[in-house]
Nanobody, 116 residues
Framework: QVQLVESGGGLVQAGGSLRLSCVAS????????MGWYRQVPGKQRELVAT???????NYVDPVKDRFTISRDNAKNTVYLQMNSLKPEDTAVYYC??????????WGQGTQVTVVS
C-alpha cells in the first residue's frame, strides 16, 4: 500500500515563503511522476506542479517563477518551495504520485493560508 504524508503548511503573510514536503512510502514503481495540487472550498482540485523521476518539471502559469518543485529519489520525497506567496495561493495542498498510467495516490493534504 502506498502512503503519502505531507508537511510544511501553515499561515504566512503575503510575500512570504513556505516549503512543503511529501514523503512517499510503500511499493512505488521506480519511474513515476510526483506532483502538487491544490484545492479551495467549492472548486475542483487543480494542478500546481509536477516532476518526473528524471527531474523534468511542469508548472501552471500562476506559480511559474514563484514556486519550485524538486525531489529526492533516494528518499521518495517531493518538495514544493513557494516564494512570493499571494492570498490567492491559499488552499489545501495535496501531494500525488502516479505511475504505469493506472496507479495514482494522494496524501491527506496540508493547509496553506496566505494573509495580506
Amino acid at each position: 500500500q502506498v502512503q503519502l504524508v505531507e508537511s510544511g503548511g501553515g499561515l504566512v503573510q503575503a510575500g512570504g515563503s513556505l516549503r512543503l514536503s511529501c514523503v512517499a512510502s510503500g511499493n512505488i514503481f521506480r519511474f513515476n511522476v510526483m506532483g502538487w495540487y491544490r484545492q479551495v472550498p467549492g472548486k475542483q482540485r487543480e494542478l500546481v506542479a509536477t516532476i518526473t523521476t528524471d527531474g523534468s518539471t511542469n508548472y501552471v502559469d500562476p506559480v511559474k517563477d514563484r514556486f519550485t518543485i524538486s525531489r529526492d529519489n533516494a528518499k521518495n520525497t517531493v518538495y514544493l518551495q513557494m516564494n512570493s506567496l499571494k492570498p490567492e495561493d491559499t488552499a489545501v495542498y495535496y501531494c500525488n504520485v502516479r505511475y504505469l498510467t493506472t496507479y495514482s495516490y494522494w496524501g491527506q493534504g496540508t493547509q496553506v493560508t496566505v494573509v495580506s
